[in-house]
């Protein structure tokens, strides 16, 4: 799983198709806490994304969708 330090989370981006995507952010009871949604140009792309207004702990769930994309990743926010 994927730390969360600061209550921030840093999404890379690379060698995925150009267009908008969808990053969600969910509680382990499946519960949305958090929404935003990115421009990718192609090539390289670090995003930071704050947490600060999320009171979630432990486990959670990060969805990334976008351009037939979609991926599901386990995040441990400390």
Avoid: H, M, W
Avoid at 25 to 41: E, P
Avoid at 46 to 72: H, R
């Amino acid at each position: 799983s994927n730390p969360v330090t600061n209550k921030t989370l840093k999404l890379n981006f690379e060698n995925l198709p150009a267009g908008k995507y969808v990053v969600n952010i969910f509680d382990r009871t499946g519960r949305k806490i958090l929404t935003t949604s990115l421009d990718y140009q192609g090539g390289i792309l670090s995003k930071s994304i704050s947490l600060e207004k999320t009171s979630a702990k432990g486990i959670c769930y990060l969805s990334v969708n976008g351009n037939s994309f979609n991926k599901k990743i386990r995040l441990l926010i400390e």
